[in-house]
């Protein structure tokens, strides 16, 4: 019944969200992979994301904090643009879970131009993504998740500022059906925002105490659906080849947002008695991001992964991070 349930969600959610719209949403840059494991993955994480590193992914997948997690990244990206993420987990009662994870991006120093050229002046563009988690083991197979996220970004070339608050929901759900693994999430639920601030003062000396005005734009509304499985591991009842000493996950999410078409991203995982692991994955149906390569290695609770993702015309990026359970 509750598999009956959760399909016929997901049929209603892709009905609803799957308009072949495209758009402008603010805050885009928050939808940015992020997450070394997942980065390997191409972003494959609704289904099998396990630790806190997935919280804007999943927010139930914080529910696989055994005890306490962190986790800290750095990526260069696209153009000079780095962004880097630090994140807390952790179990607080045998099915109740709460976390914070916190994302900041850096555009770096650039050139700052107007109507006429070239002003000689530089400015840069930051956006900061503050998200608190908390998830719920409903049933030994089920898993519930929300975030509670402020969003804001900025520009130092005109002092202007953009703020708003979200709401994340998601589930992660083993079938029982050959050893397959469900997740669901449908991210920014919020109000619109716009930019404000003091350069949009008007300076005309006939007008006093006036701005010009801004347009509100929606958040970037995305819904996602994933599958994972375990087709070799060391669980005898959820995976198709049993073997003490190897894993080998495979996942698919299909991603739908507001303002873009319909994409997928597929990852696979393997996993040498749980120390040493190879990732790799792909983009579906995404203008630029294709290929990703990963890699980690787990010892004594630390475990250190690197990510490189192939983004065609707009060449590549590398992502490193650390986490620590305790």
């Known amino acids: 019944m509750i598999v009956r349930k959760i399909l016929f969600i997901t049929t209603l959610m892709s009905v609803v969200f799957c308009g072949g719209k495209v758009g402008t949403s603010i805050f885009r840059w928050a939808e940015i992979e992020t997450g070394t494991r997942a980065v390997g993955m191409a972003g494959s994480q609704v289904a099998s994301g396990n630790g806190v590193y997935a919280i804007p992914y999943n927010p139930a997948t914080l529910g696989f904090v055994e005890k306490s997690q962190i986790f800290i990244s ?8 780095s962004h880097n993420t630090i994140a807390y987990g952790t179990k607080v009662s045998p099915s109740d879970y709460v976390g914070v994870h916190l994302y900041y991006l850096d555009s770096g120093s650039m050139q700052e131009t107007n109507e006429d050229g070239l002003t000689g002046q530089n400015f840069k563009y930051t956006g900061l993504a503050l998200r608190v988690a908390y998830a719920k083991q409903v049933t030994d197979r089920l898993k519930l998740g929300g975030n509670f996220k402020f969003l804001r970004e900025s520009t130092t070339s005109a002092d202007l500022t953009m703020s708003s608050i979200g709401f994340d929901i998601g589930s992660n759900f083993e079938t029982g ?15 619109e925002g716009r930019y404000m601030g003091d350069g949009l003062d008007i300076t005309d000396e006939d007008t006093e105490d006036t701005q010009k005005e ?12 994933g599958l994972k499985n375990d087709v070799i591991s060391a669980n005898k009842e959820n995976s198709f080849v049993y073997n003490p000493d190897h894993r080998l996950t495979v996942s698919i999410d299909a991603i739908n947002p507001l303002d873009y078409e319909l994409y997928a991203s597929m990852g696979v ?16 149906g995404h203008d630029t991001a294709g290929f990703t390569f990963g890699a980690g290695v787990l010892w004594q609770n630390i475990a250190f992964d690197i990510a490189y993702a192939d983004y065609g015309i707009l060449k590549s990026t590398w992502q490193a991070g650390i986490s620590f359970k305790f």
């Not at 059906?177 to 109000?191: K, Q, V, W």
């Not at 801004?214 to 659906?225: D, G």
């Not at 995982?269 to 579906?284: A, I, K, P, Q, S």
């Open 177 to 191: 059906i050959a050893g397959m693994t469900l997740g669901m999430c449908i991210s920014n639920f919020g109000p």
């Open 74 to 81: 750095k990526a260069e990206y696209l153009a000079g643009v």
């Open 269 to 284: 995982e393997y996993g040498w008695n749980e120390m040493v692991f190879v990732r790799t994955g792909t983009h579906l």
């Open 214 to 225: 801004t347009q509100y734009y929606p958040m970037p509304l995305t819904f996602r659906v």
